[in-house]
């Protein structure tokens, strides 16, 4: 944890966060001799890590804790004639922790921090569960704290829609044209996409040649953002994911619903769009954007919590 400040200087926090910590857990077990060595069928590492599988699964229903995610990380032999070995898995559970057990580091700060009274005492009670859990089934050799995070999953998503502007224009500005209809809405046209290409957006005209009967001028208009979403919003093999912040290791993860997690950066965008100045005289009849696509892959992540 961070060091930290007097008491009373420490700006708070206005909700509730969770928070995951990882433990190192060991423990003995018993790996079987392949049973068709001599076939040939596998080999002997094939085997161990099938048995294995079956071990993690066993070692995870044994603990019966919020947010629990296991990985098997390596097994070691300790005696090959009793095929004893030690298994070593990741072991990681959720931790939620009110406002009041939470600061921020420093003003302005997009983090935050646990009171170290609280946070010690959290991770002291989760191991004691995990090595109570564990204990009746196994001979549990360590459970040592490893790490904790607030993960933050960064998309890269594509929204678009349309913009729909009503715009008459008078003979005074057709003559200031060069008396061309055509002019005077390319000129309204590269207007409206200067004004709303500053905050993001890319804006394609639909209509550049004549006026429509309703004097609404139509625009396509696309954005790229990058949303970042809590944990939460995934699912997936989170124990893998490595204490370092980058995107080695999230392959393991998707995302559960893009409607769900993004569907407020949507309305966010439509309310940017809305708040832009249009040309002098004109209407905003209607905006509407949608979420078109996202890229699976996830574009970063981070760590919100302050050690």
């Given amino acids: 944890m961070a060091r930290r400040p007097e008491q009373s200087t420490l700006p708070a926090t206005t909700h509730d966060q969770t928070v995951r910590f990882y433990f190192d857990v060991a423990i003995s077990c018993l790996i079987p001799e392949y049973p068709h060595r001599r076939r040939g069928k596998s080999s002997d590492a094939a085997w161990e890590a099938r048995y294995m599988e079956g071990v993690q699964e066993d070692v995870s229903a044994a603990i019966d804790m919020e947010g629990l995610s296991i990985a098997h990380r390596k097994h070691e032999v300790v005696d090959a004639a009793y095929r004893l070995h030690t298994a070593h898995f990741t072991v990681s559970v959720t931790q939620k922790f009110t406002a009041a057990e939470c600061f921020i580091p420093r003003e302005g700060?997009?983090?935050?921090?646990?009171?170290?009274?609280?946070?010690?005492?959290?991770?002291?009670?989760?191991?004691?569960?995990?090595?109570?859990?564990?204990?009746?089934?196994?001979?549990?050799?360590?459970?040592?704290?490893?790490?904790?995070?607030?993960?933050?999953?960064?998309?890269?998503?594509?929204?678009?829609?349309?913009?729909?502007?009503?715009?008459?224009?008078?003979?005074?500005?057709?003559?200031?044209?060069?008396?061309?209809?055509?002019?005077?809405?390319?000129?309204?046209?590269?207007?409206?996409?200067?004004?709303?290409?500053?905050?993001?957006?890319?804006?394609?005209?639909?209509?550049?040649?004549?006026?429509?009967?309703?004097?609404?001028?139509?625009?396509?208009v696309y954005r790229t953002e990058y949303c970042g979403v809590t944990e939460d919003a995934v699912s997936g093999d989170i124990a893998r994911l490595k204490k370092e912040n980058n995107t080695s290791s999230v392959h393991y993860l998707e995302l559960k619903s893009a409607r769900d997690s993004f569907g407020g950066h949507v309305e966010d965008a439509e309310m940017l769009l809305e708040l832009q100045d249009l040309p002098e005289g004109t209407q905003l009849v209607r905006a509407a954007l949608d979420l078109v696509d996202y890229d699976e892959d996830i574009y970063d992540c981070g760590n919100d919590l302050v050690y």
Avoid: C
Avoid at 151 to 169: C, D, H, M, P, S
Avoid at 184 to 199: G, K, M, T
């Fill in 109 to 220: 700060y997009v983090g935050f921090s646990i009171k170290p009274k609280q946070f010690l005492k959290a991770k002291a009670a989760l191991e004691a569960k995990i090595r109570n859990a564990l204990k009746e089934k196994w001979i549990v050799h360590t459970v040592s704290y490893d790490y904790a995070a607030s993960w933050i999953f960064v998309y890269e998503v594509k929204i678009a829609g349309t913009v729909e502007l009503r715009r008459i224009f008078s003979q005074e500005e057709i003559d200031d044209a060069d008396g061309s209809v055509r002019q005077a809405i390319e000129n309204f046209n590269y207007e409206v996409v200067s004004n709303l290409e500053y905050p993001g957006f890319t804006v394609i005209p639909q209509i550049s040649m004549r006026r429509p009967k309703d004097n609404i001028y139509k625009f396509d």
